[in-house]
């Protein structure tokens, strides 16, 4: 499962109503692809549709899907949101990755 903070939930819904998606019915599509300095990058996008496959969640009133081969990469990841000094932007907190890179989107396991 992927859990979502209540500050990253505010600014999911704020993003999907800017980009013409309805957070009620559309999904947070979470992936993992190759790449990043660490070997591994995190995939973030608004999606309308399920896959076939695709591992479905719902945390804190954000709907989430993964697909099957990202899944086993991101259990148990909280998704937060930093407005911070350090630069604004989606942060995942995963306790599977053994080292991430200094901007955190890029890790290893």
Same mark, same amino acid.
């Given at each position: 499962?992927?859990?979502?903070?209540?500050?990253?939930?505010?600014?999911?819904? /704020?993003?999907?109503?800017?980009?013409? !998606?309805?957070?009620?019915?559309?999904?947070?599509?979470?992936?993992?692809?190759?790449?990043?300095?660490?070997? =591994?990058?995190?995939? =973030?996008?608004?999606?309308?549709?399920?896959?076939?496959?695709?591992?479905?969640?719902?945390?804190?009133?954000?709907?989430?899907?993964?697909?099957?081969?990202?899944? =086993?990469?991101?259990?148990?990841?909280? =998704? /937060? !949101?930093?407005?911070?000094?350090?630069?604004?932007?989606?942060?995942?907190?995963?306790?599977?990755?053994?080292?991430?890179?200094?901007?955190?989107?890029?890790?290893?396991?």
């Amino acid at each position: 499962m992927i859990k979502v903070s209540e500050q990253a939930k505010k600014k999911v819904v /704020e993003l999907m109503g800017d980009d013409g !998606y309805n957070p009620d019915t559309d999904y947070i599509r979470v992936g993992v692809k190759s790449g990043g300095c660490s070997g =591994l990058s995190y995939d =973030l996008k608004f999606d309308k549709e399920q896959i076939e496959g695709d591992k479905v969640f719902e945390d804190n009133g954000v709907k989430i899907i993964v697909d099957k081969k990202s899944f =086993l990469y991101l259990i148990g990841t909280t =998704l /937060e !949101y930093s407005g911070g000094l350090n630069g604004t932007g989606f942060v995942f907190n995963n306790p599977n990755a053994n080292r991430t890179c200094g901007c955190g989107e890029s890790f290893s396991l």
